[in-house]
């Protein structure tokens, strides 16, 4: 796999040879024990394929993975890590289908299903519901994504530790700064939640940042106070501050 790594323990496949007289492939059950990838630290974009059409069709009843982790090559630091892997899948060649996904994330559990067209443009659609729990109790996040890969739109809602709010963001994903545009609206929350020592303050925050000419995303960005106090009583005396917030690459700053 070039620069990357692949390892897969105990792979298990069973199957319908009978099936692929009619040209497809019956999988009945799919799973590993753990599946382990290491790949290096690119700050390149990923290239878009050609194709994703697959030869023939192929149906997965249960896919099982006990424990996912992809790695970099360089010193074995965790990307991400999941575990508990559940799935159903479908294809006819051309469209693609994902069901039941279930995984388990240190910070949660996520379920979601999604579709995909394995030709130019690559239109998809996805639902994804993530449930966790945090010292401030629990939390769910909604979203669905839907567009192409070339251009996908996000959105998002969410509630728990005491935040409230919705989001959407426009992505490129094969762009060299993926995020083309995001709005985001908290509620009211207390930043205590967050920074027990800070003051009192019960904040909302509003931003709407779009792609400029030169690349980079800017906007404005609205904070509200909803309990003002002055300084010596705790709290922060300011009810309300805006910005235009420029984000470039991986640098932001306000003005």
Known sequence: LGDRQL????????????????????????????IEERSPRSD???????????????????????ELRLLTAEDGAVRFAARDIRARGDSDGRRHRLAAL????????????????????????????????ADGGDAKIEATAAGTLAELVVEASGRGRGLSGTADARLHPFAPFPLAGLRLALDEFDVRIFAPRAPAARIALHADLQAQSDGRLSGPLGVRNAAPAPLDRGGVPVTAATAIVTISGVNAFAA
Do not use: C, K, M, Y
């Open 44 to 66: 390149e974009p990923s290239l878009r394929p050609d194709t994703l059409e697959l030869p023939l069709a192929i149906g997965i009843e249960q896919l099982q993975v006990d």
């Open 102 to 133: 279930q995984a388990t994330h240190e910070l949660g559990r996520l379920t979601a299903n999604g579709e995909l067209i394995g030709e130019p443009p690559f239109a998809l659609r996805a639902q994804a519901q993530f449930a966790g729990s």
């Open 7 to 34: 390892v897969i323990d105990e792979l298990a496949v069973e199957w319908r040879p009978w099936s692929l007289w009619r040209r497809r492939l019956d999988i009945v059950r799919l799973s590993a024990r753990r």
